[in-house]
Structure formats: C-alpha cells, structure tokens
C-alpha cells in the first residue's frame, strides 16, 4: 500500500470513530435529557408526598402515591419482640386527612425538605426523603407508570 492510501485509510477510521464517538454522545445526551426531566418528576412527587401529608393536602398525597402503596416501618413491642407494620394506600390518605403536626421539630420555621435521588433505571428510581418538621426518613420506590412516577413502596424510620 503506498503513502496516499495509507493516508485515506487513516482518514477513513477517523471518520468512522468521529461518527460512532458522535452517535454514542447522541444518545448520551438524549438519555441525560431524559434522567434530568425524570429527576425533576420525582422530586415533584416525592415533595407532593412528604410536603401533601404536611399540610393534610389529601388530594396532593393521592397525585403522589400508587394505589396498590406499601409503606412499612420495622418496630419493635414492649417486649423486644420485632415486626414489620404495613400501611396502604387507604391508611395513608386518612392519615394525612387527620394529620395535625402534633409532634413536629421546629414549629416555628418554614417547612423544608430534601430530596436525594439515588438512582434512575429505565421505568423505576429510589429516593430518600427528608424534611426540617418529621422526626422520620422515608426511602421511596417510585415507578414511571403511563408516563407519571408514582410512588410504590416507602420503607421510613424515625429519627428521634
């Protein structure tokens, strides 16, 4: 092979790496878009959810959760005796209906939450709620369904 042609060949592969490298960026910056928009969703829920039961907003709670919820926390009795407490969808709708932030920190400051996403995968995420009134954490499993993220299983705990 001589000079010239090398050189075309040379040419050639860098072309073709420039059109994969650039595809595979494409479709990095297409997903990015896609985790950044979803990132924001759930955050609106989980917010929709922690802050809905803050101000006994049922209807924002209800945009918030899935139906089919499951939201537990491990106890344990009097005895030392452990188990897990289940709670529904229904059971979290009343509840946040009847909340009167009873036994809240800092009642004289503005509510604040925060939440840390931990991971998006395709159609399911996790994320950590916390807030400057609840003397518990929720860790949330929310899944994008007919294009809304819904949270579908809460694990909490209490934190005092």
């Avoid at 926390?73 to 407490?85: L, W």
């Avoid at 949330?140 to 369904?145: G, M, T």
Wanted: glycine residues 4%; proline residues 1%; aromatic residues 8%.
């Amino acid at each position: 092979m001589d000079h010239s042609n090398v050189t075309i060949m040379k040419s050639l592969l860098i072309l073709m790496e420039f059109l994969i490298c650039g595809s595979a960026v494409a479709q990095a910056d297409k997903a990015l878009l896609s985790t950044q928009s979803d990132s924001l969703k759930i955050k609106i829920t989980a917010i929709n959810y922690v802050e809905g039961f803050y101000t006994s907003d049922v209807k924002r709670m209800a945009s918030a959760i899935h139906g089919e919820l499951a939201k537990r926390i491990i106890m344990k009795d009097d005895a030392g005796n452990m188990m897990i407490r289940n709670m529904g969808s229904s059971e979290l709708l009343y509840n946040t209906k009847k909340n009167k932030n009873t036994n809240i920190k800092n009642p004289n400051a503005s509510f604040e939450a925060n939440v840390k996403i931990y991971e998006i995968y395709k159609s399911v995420a996790t994320a950590k709620v916390v807030t400057n009134k609840f003397k518990f954490i929720d860790y949330l499993h929310l899944a994008k369904i007919d294009g809304e993220w819904k949270i579908v299983n809460v694990l909490w705990e209490f934190t005092e």
